[in-house]
Nanobody, 124 residues
Framework: QVQLVESGGGLVQAGGSPRLTCAVSRGTSSNYVMGWFRQAPGKEREFVAV????????IYAESVKGRFTISRDNAKNTAYLQMNTLRPEDTAVYYC?????????????????WGQGTQVTVSS
């Protein structure tokens, strides 16, 4: 069973640039499309970004395009989410997910494995 563990969250000031990390274990990350989702208080979980198996293709939600960058290092079995110019509305629990797919996936139900999430709180 593939396991995903996120890290790098915490309390950040608006305008900050933290990087989230998703470590993949009990599996090979290059076998999966990797995605990031987030869930703000009182809201449903939403898509943030996805990256192809090789890392050559990405898709972003409009709300983060130009500010967030998804990347991966398959040699380290790790995916990343670099978040820049954070805003208070980016406050959420951020989840890493893996899909056994060759196609970039943007819906929750398309993912097979999930991490436990890491809280990111942006103070104004």
């Amino acid at each position: 069973q593939v396991q995903l563990v996120e890290s790098g969250g915490g309390l950040v000031q608006a305008g900050g640039s933290p990087r989230l990390t998703c470590a993949v274990s009990r599996g090979t990350s290059s076998n999966y499309v990797m995605g990031w989702f987030r869930q703000a208080p009182g809201k449903e979980r939403e898509f943030v970004a996805v990256i192809s198996r090789s890392g050559g293709a990405t898709i972003y939600a409009e709300s983060v395009k130009g500010r967030f960058t998804i990347s991966r290092d398959n040699a380290k079995n790790t995916a990343y989410l670099q978040m820049n110019t954070l805003r208070p509305e980016d406050t959420a629990v951020y989840y890493c997910a893996a899909a056994t797919s060759w196609i970039l996936r943007t819906y929750e139900y398309e993912y097979d494995y999930w991490g436990q999430g890491t809280q990111v709180t942006v103070s104004s």
